[in-house]
């Protein structure tokens, strides 16, 4: 304590002589050096990382997926009781993983006419690794981020204006398939188009772009990334305020009416009383003084 007493006083005698000037130069560099040690490994280290993703995606390619998908994701052609084995995997992108393995589709368990939802069985950490190991293989679509499909940012009036949009867009691009409320339907050759209701807007997303199956893929240029976002949107708002539930009290949605209810119906009330309360006693006091 004592010895650190005396070197701020000679520093502060020193401050203008100098001696000052050769001390900051020093702080100067040990800062920047420190600052470079810092930052330099982060870097090498988020590149190791990316491997490691890579090299333990592989491991659970090949556990789970090469037996149809060929050791290194160059598909099986075998056809097995009608059904191709596996297609191969080079170019189909990040997000088709993402997307397949996300909503429970892949591993698929039994050949058959078209790979079904199931309880998802891998971690989020697990996919995004299984994605970076057959991104690896060959460009594709790449897992869009949350910006690019949530309205969260936008203010009321522009998330109406997006949920319109995208009822229109889905009107002309979609109904088709998934019907008019997205609701889904029969598709030839003993398919479907599955009800769209209860879908994360980045799964959405991510079927767009890669085109399961017998559905289209909507590429950036078919159906630009706003587009995209806004058809999103309006599935968003389809789901809350299922029309099956009899009457939706202006569509506004059961939560955020039943908070208005709460807070305008109860809070009026309340200073209502208030309101009532000092009146009468204010009444009755200038009734006495009178
Ligand atoms: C039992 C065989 C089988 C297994 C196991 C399997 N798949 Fe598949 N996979 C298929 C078949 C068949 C298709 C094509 C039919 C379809 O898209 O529904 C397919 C399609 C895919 C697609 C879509 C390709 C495209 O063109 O968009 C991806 C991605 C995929 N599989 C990834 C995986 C991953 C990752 C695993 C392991 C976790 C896996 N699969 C396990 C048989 C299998
Ligand atoms: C030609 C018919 C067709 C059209 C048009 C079509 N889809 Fe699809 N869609 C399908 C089929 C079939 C599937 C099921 C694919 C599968 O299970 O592998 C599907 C799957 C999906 C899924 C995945 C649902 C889930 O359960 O995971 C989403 C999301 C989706 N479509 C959205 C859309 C949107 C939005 C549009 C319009 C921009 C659209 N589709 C246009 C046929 C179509």
């Known amino acids: ?34 600052l470079y040690t810092a930052l330099a490994p982060a870097q090498a280290d ?78 989020q950490e697990e996919i995004d690794a299984l994605a970076a190991y057959v991104a690896s293989l060959g460009p594709g679509p790449a897992i869009p981020d949350e910006s690019d499909y949530s309205i969260e940012g936008l203010s009321e009036e522009e998330r109406q204006e997006a949920i319109s949009r995208g009822g229109q867009i889905f009107l002309t691009n979609c109904t088709a398939c998934h019907n008019f409320n997205g609701a889904g339907g029969a598709m030839p050759r003993g398919g479907y188009a599955p009800n769209l209701h209860d879908v994360e807007g980045k799964h959405i997303y991510e079927a767009l772009l890669t085109g399961p199956q017998q559905m289209p893929n909507f590429s950036n240029g078919n159906l630009t990334p706003e587009e995209k976002r806004d058809v999103i949107a309006y599935l968003g708002s389809i789901r809350e305020t299922p029309e099956y539930a009899g009457f939706t009290l202006g569509g506004l949605g059961p939560v955020s009416e039943g908070l208005f209810a709460w807070v305008v119906g109860i809070g009026g009330l309340v200073v209502g009383s208030v309101w009532i309360a000092s009146h009468t006693t204010r009444s009755k006091k200038s009734k006495v003084n009178a």
Not at 18 to 33: K, N
């Open 46 to 123: 988020t590149q190791a990382s990316e491997t490691e993703q890579v090299a333990h995606g592989k491991k659970l390619f090949l556990a789970s997926c090469a037996f149809c998908h060929g050791k290194n994701g160059e598909g099986i052609p075998t056809v097995r009781d009608g059904y191709q084995i596996g297609p191969p995997l080079a170019g189909v992108g990040a997000a088709a993983v993402d997307f397949q393995v996300g909503t429970g589709r892949m591993p698929l368990t039994q050949p058959g006419q078209q790979a079904p939802r199931k309880p998802v069985v891998f971690s």
């Open 1 to 34: 304590m004592r010895l650190l007493n005396r070197t701020a006083g000679r520093l502060s005698r020193h401050r203008r002589g100098p001696l000052a000037g050769l001390v900051v130069l020093l702080l100067g560099l040990l800062i920047s050096g420190s």
